[in-house]
């Protein structure tokens, strides 16, 4: 697991991501129709990539050719979204850059991922500016018992 706690790398990744949507644009990923929005809020001053989070913590496993199962990483950090709130810790999944980061050379450095590992999953944190006084309304779950 790696912590990046300062504010101005966590930045800098986020960049990182949005020159990866840059270079994926006019491509035929199953993405490149949906960035331009989030290019441009980024170039307005937005952050739609790291939410303006000051801190970003990624778990990694080994690279395997194979086998590329990244749960245990990703296990790991559901524990951490679960348990941050009762020390008044906001989170996010940090999809983003997760999409980006095994494709995109420039991002992985930024990130310094250690050598021959890979990212599982990605989660901002911080301390909330906003306070949730209610909780979102949620779909449904829909269970098929088979
Ligand atoms: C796999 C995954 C990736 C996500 N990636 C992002 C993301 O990149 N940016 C973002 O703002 N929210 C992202 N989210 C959504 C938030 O992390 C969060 O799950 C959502 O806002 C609902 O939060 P809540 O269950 O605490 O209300 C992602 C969620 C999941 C499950």
């Known amino acids: ?68 199962d990244r749960t245990d990483g990703t296990i790991g950090l559901s524990y951490l979204d679960v348990a941050a709130p009762a020390f008044g810790i906001g989170t996010c999944w940090a999809g983003f850059i997760r999409m980006a980061v095994d494709s995109y050379e420039p991002l992985r450095q930024a990130l310094e991922i250690p050598e021959g590992r890979k990212m599982a999953y990605a989660m901002l944190f911080g301390y909330p500016k906003f306070k949730v006084n209610a909780i979102p309304r949620r779909n449904p779950l829909q269970v098929d018992w088979v």
């Open 1 to 68: 697991m790696e912590v990046i706690f300062d504010k101005e790398r966590v930045q800098h990744i986020a960049g990182q991501t949005v020159d990866w949507m840059r270079s994926i644009q006019g491509t035929p990923h199953p993405m490149s129709a949906y960035v331009s929005g989030i290019i441009n809020e980024w170039e307005k001053g937005g952050d739609p990539i790291c939410r303006k989070a000051p801190h970003l913590v990624y778990t990694h496993l080994p690279i395997n050719p194979y086998i590329d």
